[in-house]
């Protein structure tokens, strides 16, 4: 039974540029969170969604940052025109819901670099 | 409001002492879940423990123990005789399913450090 994962592993874009970053929940998962760490800092929410639903998206940032989760296919967290200070890990976490929302498994993290 | 509050920031040890690490929580919810996660410098996330609020028998892993005291809102978790692999930063959390959609609210962090 595959954990979850998180692709790329890390990335690097340029300022301005997009980043697009992947999480494939495990198996029978339909719901997932989005969290971010920024550099020696804890973890901080961004969003949480449930198949095809943004069910609390209160720790996004207003701009630049959207998720989203798809029937078919893995989450996504897309930031644009990227700037130094999204340079960060960012953590998804799987659950599969109906009254166990609170086991939450995570993925290795993306990287993310902006130069 | 929920909380967490990991007043170390770094803690250093040499290999084989004990080491406690110190979580307090802020909550005004009856049911929460407490958690510990180490990040070993690969930086993924390892759980270690989950904890109801309805279960304050401390519980052993181990090396590892917790001790969950509801009286002081503390959740700390101590390392008998360290190693060095034991070296991570380790993050106390806490879910309020009541008024937070699940989500983990996360302490700073405690850095440990085993020297050998």
């Known amino acids: 039974n595959a954990g979850v994962m998180q692709n790329p592993r890390h990335l690097v874009r340029r300022r301005g540029q997009e980043a697009r970053l992947r999480c494939s929940p495990m198996?029978?998962?339909?719901?997932v969170y989005w969290y971010r760490q920024l550099p020696e800092e804890g973890l901080k929410f961004m969003v949480y969604l449930q198949k095809e639903n943004i069910i609390d998206e209160s720790g996004m940032p207003k701009e630049r940052f959207s998720a989203e989760f798809p029937k078919e296919g893995p989450s996504i967290l897309r930031i644009q025109q990227v700037v130094r200070g999204d340079s960060a890990a960012y953590f998804c976490?799987?659950?599969?819901?109906?009254?166990?929302?609170?086991?939450?498994?995570f993925g290795p993290g993306t990287r993310l670099t902006v130069t | 409001a929920q909380k967490v509050t990991q007043a170390q920031t770094e803690i250093s040890v040499v290999e084989k002492e004990d080491v406690t690490l110190d979580c307090v929580y802020e909550t005004r919810d009856t049911t929460y879940y407490l958690f510990w996660y180490k990040q070993p410098p690969s930086g993924e996330l390892v759980f270690l423990i989950r904890?109801?609020?309805?279960d304050e028998q401390n519980e052993i892993s181990g090396r590892y123990s917790w001790n969950f005291q509801k009286s002081t809102s503390s959740f700390n978790f101590t390392i008998t005789a360290s190693q060095v692999v034991d070296s991570a930063v380790y993050f106390c959390a806490l879910i309020t399913p009541k008024n937070s959609n699940y989500q983990l609210i996360w302490g700073a962090g405690t850095k440990l450090i085993i020297k050998p």
């Open positions: 904890r109801n609020s309805f």
């Open positions: 198996k029978g998962h339909s719901h």
């Open positions: 976490a799987s659950s599969p819901g109906r009254g166990n929302t609170y086991e939450q498994y």
